[in-house]
């Protein structure tokens, strides 16, 4: 289970269309180009599917993942920043962009695995002000959680005590396992029909699961685990599975 994080939403898998679409919104071009609406359009559409896909309560405040100053000032803008805005808008709760600081300019993420990326952003974040009771923290891509796990842990410590990760779009996170994590099997109680998003713009595929089945564990949340399952990746409660089969 991700520490810190009752629950992570994400409306499709970082596959297909998606990284086009990221990469043209965290890193808009220059001149005319650095103009086209549609980006910021597609990353908001995402953004609210996934808050509308959020369990439990709806928030008290809704807070986007901080840049560190110095990236902040080369980049420009905070990516996460109109998407927390999105989600504000969407379940209208309010939205407050400089509650988390990033105090410590960490490395880049990209080529670490699970546990060098939690290594990385220890200890990276601090909240400014007390927190309500439910806090929904918003970025754009969830990878592994280091990120966000840390932030969770700056608002929980200021009194936050339900943190929600809401991101547009997620990795497929077995490709980051360190060595040492070897991956855990789940066998599907009862027959159960899950609802996968292969792309961006498609809707959610319905894959049928008869008792008995076994599925990847990829992470364990507060009531469901993320599922892996021949290539496809699917939210499954936990009462719908037995955890730590040997996957025969």
Known sequence: MLPHVAACVAAVAYAGEVPGWMQRFKYPGTGLSGLDPAPIGILRGLIAE??????????????????????????????????ARAVAAEVGAPCECVALERIRDTPSQTGLDRRERRRN???????????PETVWLVD????????????????RRRGARRVVAVCAARTPLASLASPEEKDSMARIREDVTLFHRPNLGEEPEPVAFEAGDTVEILEEWEA???CKHNGR????????VDSGCDGR
């Open 121 to 131: 952003v220890a200890g990276a974040f601090r909240c400014r002000e007390g927190m």
């Open 140 to 155: 754009d891509v969830l990878t592994t959680g280091a990120t966000l796990s840390e932030c969770a842990r700056a608002l």
């Open 50 to 83: 996934s808050a509308r896909q959020a369990p439990g309560p709806a928030p008290d405040l809704v807070v986007p993942v901080p840049l560190h100053a110095l990236r902040l000032r080369a980049r420009g803008f905070n990516p996460a920043v109109p998407l």
């Open 224 to 226: 469901h685990y993320l």
């Open 233 to 240: 990746v699917f939210n499954i409660r936990k009462e719908l």
